[in-house]
């Protein structure tokens, strides 16, 4: 094993704090605190912080439980180290990063941040990455060194939150919408599988609103659907900006929506049919939960098979997966035309589980591969 590395295989992380700057907060947590569960996630071990005088905030990386000593002076550094000052805001992903290219951060624009790997210590972070190769970020990099600082990479922290399956409505209005509430709720013990399941009841709700079979319901169901769709942007953007994601909140997340669009399927087959329309609207209704149910299969077989990433049936799943046709349940509540929603929701869960397990079963070449 390379001297440069601990035993455990890891490169050691040495974070430079002055309690002035690394006590700046960015959605609710400090900066000390976000570049602890940063480094930990970068794989980085053992971490020490140097900080002559009281330490910041670090509460939710004691909660993750990343371990760290506290150091007054600067250690002797003779192997390679990530070093990194503590006024910045940096993610996981770009840290990694450098940790592999052994290099030393950039931002977007170009602006050298203190932060890289190097074997000895010349005084300053910075002074110590001098010759080092650079490495664009492609996250959140931003230099912090005052509150205004702060509230700029808060801005940008939130403007990175977003999903692969967001759509254009998730994009421009369900977020947005949502995102005062995930600035309160990250400052409330309020976790984000509540959040969740409050999405759940509203869209449970919705689903029984639907089977009244009255129009005014219906068009109060479908603002309820879209309430449910808001909320349920909600968890994910709390989750992510205070490092709250969990393996029970992702199948959460999951079954949650399930069981919102099978209440919703069976609550606009059940109203079409007491409101005296004639159609098939039980059986509809019937084959629209079959098929989502099926697709819930398929794609959780996807998502624990092992082997290479399928990038299709990934953007098939998203395409899907998109809150977006929230938005024509609405418009067809007030249209009085929530039969044709019904109708596509019976056929295209079948066409989306079909070709989803086509994917699975025929996922091609992989990316990258030879002809």
């Known amino acids: 094993m390379p001297a440069s590395l601990t035993d455990s295989g890891r490169l050691p992380a040495l974070l430079v704090c002055e309690p002035a700057t690394g006590g700046l907060q960015v959605a609710a947590l400090t900066l000390l605190d976000r570049l602890l569960v940063a480094v930990q996630r970068a794989g980085c071990s053992p971490i020490r912080v140097v900080c002559a005088g009281e330490l910041p905030a670090a509460n939710r990386a004691r909660a993750l439980g990343v371990q760290f000593e506290v150091v007054r002076g600067i250690p002797p550094v003779s192997e390679l180290t990530l070093l990194a000052s503590t006024n910045q805001l940096v993610q996981a992903g770009d840290l990694r990063a450098v940790v592999a290219a052994r290099g030393s951060l950039v931002t977007p624009a170009g602006e050298c941040l203190p932060v890289g790997v190097t074997d000895h210590w010349l005084g300053s972070v910075a002074d110590s990455l ?86 005014t319901w219906s068009v109060l169901a479908a603002v309820l659907f879209q309430v449910s769709a808001i909320v349920d942007c909600v968890d994910g953007d709390v989750a992510r900006s205070v490092f709250k994601e969990s393996p029970l909140g992702k199948w959460l997340d999951l079954v949650g929506d399930q069981v919102v669009h099978a209440a919703v399927f069976i609550g606009i087959a059940v109203g079409l049919w007491r409101s005296g329309l004639h159609g098939p609207f039980l059986a509809l209704g019937g084959s629209a939960v079959l098929g989502g149910l099926i697709a819930f299969g398929v794609v959780v077989r996807g998502m624990t098979s092992k082997g290479e990433p399928n990038r299709r049936l990934q953007k098939l799943i998203d395409g899907a997966t998109s809150r977006d046709f929230s938005v024509l349940v609405l418009a067809l509540a007030c249209a009085h035309h929530l039969k044709w929603f019904l109708w596509m929701a019976a056929i295209g869960s079948h066409v989306f589980w079909v070709l989803a397990l086509g994917l699975q079963l025929f996922p091609g070449k992989p990316a990258g591969a030879s002809k």
């Open 130 to 215: 001098t010759g080092v190769p650079s490495v664009a970020a492609t996250g959140v990099a931003v230099a912090v060194r005052s509150a205004a600082d702060a509230k700029v990479a808060e801005r940008a922290l939130w403007a990175s939150l977003t999903s692969s399956s967001d759509g254009f409505v998730d994009k421009w209005f369900n977020r947005p919408v949502g995102r005062p509430l995930s600035k309160l709720i990250i400052r409330t013990p309020i976790t984000p599988n509540q959040v969740s399941l409050a999405s759940i009841v509203i869209g449970t709700g919705a689903g029984v609103l639907f089977g009244l079979g009255q129009h």
